[in-house]
């Protein structure tokens, strides 16, 4: 396999189609090898429009979905990012090299180290990879609140914790929904008490465990 002409045509073919214009993000995905962070026996599918599987169940985000959420997080060189969901490293790696500081939680011990030597392999510093469950939030290494969250699994509801935890200006980026109905959403800190809410595009994506479950009492 010619891997720059596959990972060429997967920009072209499957990133632009999907709203993906910032030159910067697409430049970004030539920089960023994604091959060196899919585990071994799928590196053939490295650039396929496609999940694909991890370790303990989990898998990577498609392509264009994690090139999508890049763009509309729009992080600037002073911001700190936290990641929900480690996986591979490889969100974890696009992140970084946009952020000043990325903090990324993995619950599984084993994707957790996955994603460190994935990171270290590639030269990313920047980067803090904690195990700890974050589907509820959380603020624990001194950089909350942070200037973006970005959520790499999907969630029933979004917890007001995630509200709390971004600065005014700051963004929210999740999947939220229950199968088969998800949509991942910009959700921007406008001021102290307000929020708005963009809804960018439906798709169906794994939830994290231990999701906050919504209430289904009808008064």
Not at 2 to 16: G, L, P, S, T
Not at 95 to 103: D, F, G, P
Not at 130 to 154: E, M, Q
Request: with cysteine; proline share 5%; charged share 25%.
């Amino acid at each position: 396999m010619n891997i720059e002409k596959a990972r060429f045509n997967m920009i072209e073919q499957q990133i632009r189609p999907w709203d993906v214009l910032d030159q910067d993000v697409l430049d970004l995905l030539f920089i960023v090898k994604r091959e060196e962070f899919v585990p071994s026996a799928y590196k053939d599918l490295a650039f396929f429009d496609t999940e694909i599987p991890l370790p303990c169940g989990e898998n990577m985000l498609a392509p264009k979905c994690e090139a999508r959420i890049l763009q509309e997080a729009n992080i600037k060189k002073h911001e700190n990012v936290l990641e929900i969901g480690a996986g591979s490293g490889y969100m974890a790696a696009l992140l970084a090299y946009r952020a000043r500081h990325v903090t990324t939680l993995e619950i599984e011990p084993e994707l957790k180290d996955l994603a460190q030597r994935n990171l270290s392999a590639n030269g990313v510093t920047n980067v803090e990879v904690i195990l700890a469950d974050g589907a509820k939030g959380w603020s624990g290494n001194g950089h909350s609140p942070f200037d973006v969250i970005v959520i790499s699994g999907s969630l029933p509801v979004l917890p007001d914790a995630f509200l709390q935890q971004i600065k005014v200006g700051g963004r929210i980026l999740a999947t939220l929904g229950e199968e088969p109905v998800m949509s991942t959403q910009l959700v921007t800190r406008v001021s102290e008490s307000t929020y708005e809410t963009v809804k960018l595009f439906e798709t169906c994506i794994k939830p994290l465990r231990h999701a906050q479950t919504p209430s289904h009492f009808k008064f």
